[in-house]
T-cell receptor, first 113, second 114 residues
Framework: AQSVSQHNHHVILSEAASLELGCNYSYGGTVNLFWYVQYPGQHLQLLLKYFSGDPLVKGIKGFEAEFIKSKFSFNLRKPSVQWSDTAEYFCAVNAPGGFKTIFGAGTRLFVKA | KAGVTQTPRYLIKTRGQQVTLSCSPISGHRSVSWYQQTPGQGLQFLFEYFSETQRNKGNFPGRFSGRQFSNSRSEMNVSTLELGDSALYLC?????????????FGPGTRLTVL
């Protein structure tokens, strides 16, 4: 069965620190990959997605993610976080062809001003 | 463009009762997915509907059911409620199938079962 693992449940960083959130999935075939973010009091929204092509994808607000097929990973990165990046981040995986989208358990990021 | 709307926003029920939650997708979106969100569990997939057909179902008991209408609006029903059903139920819509498109989420319905 498909599964998605997010390694860190809680992360605390100071402003300007670099961020990397891990995401690993267990599915051997072609996958579509997503990162969603939920800011306090707001709806979940898409941060970035990967379907094919360049494995380094850029999203909104300076976020990027790298797809490494051999490691079944899709880690999220940001060179310098801001206080406004405080949110919960979810990695999601879908296998094309009508399979369900599987979400990770989420990582709560708190950025200290 | 109006976003995804869910009604009601909050609901309190007692064990054994049933509940119906409603979701109105973004105009033109044909796919509606439902998720259960609980602390520490993330989002658990319930089902996805596309053009009134259930495309896929998650690992939930048969007490959880849903449907989609011709205008793409969707309802989710939970019968014989249990304490463990307390959660935030999220609806998401997308123009095409959820796996190929960005999903747009609603604010959720907070269900509390006493």
């Amino acid at each position: 069965a498909q599964s998605v693992s997010q390694h860190n449940h809680h992360v605390i960083l100071s402003e300007a620190a670099s961020l990397e959130l891990g995401c690993n999935y267990s599915y051997g075939g072609t996958v579509n990959l997503f990162w969603y973010v939920q800011y306090p009091g707001q709806h979940l929204q898409l941060l970035l997605k990967y379907f094919s092509g360049d494995p380094l994808v850029k999203g909104i607000k300076g976020f990027e993610a790298e797809f490494i097929k051999s490691k079944f990973s899709f880690n999220l990165r940001k060179p310098s976080v801001q206080w406004s990046d405080t949110a919960e981040y979810f990695c999601a995986v879908n296998a094309p062809g009508g399979f369900k989208t599987i979400f990770g358990a989420g990582t709560r990021l708190f950025v200290k001003a | 463009k109006a976003g995804v709307t869910q009604t009601p926003r909050y609901l309190i029920k007692t064990r054994g009762q049933q509940v119906t939650l409603s979701c109105s997708p973004i105009s033109g979106h044909r796919s509606v997915s439902w998720y259960q969100q609980t602390p520490g569990q993330g989002l658990q997939f319930l089902f996805e509907y596309f053009s009134e057909t259930q495309r896929n179902k998650g690992n939930f008991p048969g007490r959880f059911s849903g449907r989609q209408f011709s205008n793409s609006r969707s309802e989710m029903n939970v019968s014989t409620l249990e304490l463990g059903d307390s959660a935030l139920y999220l609806c998401a819509s997308s123009p095409g199938l959820a796996g190929w498109d960005e999903q747009f989420f609603g604010p959720g319905t907070r269900l509390t079962v006493l």
